[in-house]
């Protein structure tokens, strides 16, 4: 028999991959606000949806998160940015491809969610959405970071891994599930590509039958594997949070071989993680205990 979790859940990923020396505090730091952010939406009685939205918007203004402000650069030298967003009760979900200049793309993702239409809106389609729907563009530069200036310039790609993509899954008080995952994609990525980020089933989702997912790394392999829903069919036979994660990403890297990390809760609030990755920083808040715990 499983015993339900009591109170709310959230957990927390900051990218998966090698995390460069310096950014190790500042990653930290980060999960730490972005958690405690969430954490505070579901203590006040907010749901998954809003608890996730709040801690993706807390990496996404980040700059030592590849997401939001300080997302790497396309082979452009431009920032491109993904995002989705799944609300567990109902299985609406609101994804955005390839914008520009938004700053918080998950709450664009959200807005997409909430408008009832399209599931997912790419490009140009995507700024004239959020034009009308009142969320405002920034400078392209405003997102820009001198670090990641500097990276494009030397064209180091890290294993195209996409490094510091952020995400969340998050358990509210009324039992509903939500995740949500935002990124800049990989380094040097082709214009006008969109990874797993944006893609629901790939790097987000959220059932309150099953579980919640948010995925990290390589997005490609992502996309082939499903990634995000293939650990909740894991869940769905029987398989223990911890279990269904790793089982995910043992399939992919047997079958891609590629870098890639997943958080998962399930409906009673028991977490799942895994990496094939060195390092994927992670922190939790879960019943009474406001600390958050770190892991990876
Ligand atoms: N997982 C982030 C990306 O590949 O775009």
Not at 94 to 112: D, E, F, H, Q, Y
Not at 122 to 150: H, M, N, P, S, Y
Not at 227 to 239: I, N
Request: with cysteine.
């Amino acid at each position: 028999m499983v015993v339900r979790s009591f109170g709310p859940v959230i957990v927390i990923h900051g990218g998966a991959g090698k995390i460069a020396p310096d950014l190790v505090e500042a990653r930290r730091a980060g999960i730490q606000a972005a958690a405690t952010h969430g954490w505070q939406v579901l203590t006040a009685g907010g749901s998954a949806v809003e608890a996730v939205e709040r801690a993706v918007r807390t990496l996404e203004d980040d700059p030592a998160f590849n997401a939001g402000r300080g997302a790497c650069l396309n082979r452009d030298g431009e920032i491109e940015l993904d995002a989705s967003i799944m609300d567990g009760r109902n299985l609406a979900a609101g994804a955005i491809g390839a914008v520009k200049r938004i700053a918080n793309p998950v709450t664009l993702a959200r807005a997409v969610m909430e408008a009832g239409g399209p599931v997912l809106l790419v490009g140009e389609g995507a700024r004239q959405f959020a034009a009308v729907v009142g969320i405002a563009e920034c400078g392209a530069d405003a997102l820009i970071t001198e670090r990641q200036r500097a990276r494009w310039a030397t064209l180091q790609e890290e294993n195209a891994v996409g490094v510091g993509t952020v995400g969340a899954v998050a358990l509210d008080r009324s039992g509903h599930l939500a995740a949500a995952t935002s990124t800049g994609g990989l380094p040097l990525k082709a214009p006008g590509r969109v990874g797993d980020s944006a893609l629901i089933g790939c790097g987000t989702y959220a059932d309150d039958q099953l579980g919640a997912v948010s995925c990290t790394g390589n997005g490609e392999a992502i996309i082939k594997l499903a990634l995000a829903k293939t650990a909740l069919e894991f869940l769905a036979v029987g398989e223990e949070p911890m279990t269904a994660a790793r089982r995910a990403v043992g399939e992919l890297t047997i079958r891609t071989g590629a870098g890639v990390g997943i958080i998962l809760l399930d409906r009673y609030g028991r977490i799942g993680t895994a990496r094939n990755t060195a390092q994927m920083a992670c922190a939790c808040i879960r019943n009474d205990n406001a600390d958050p715990e770190f892991f990876d």
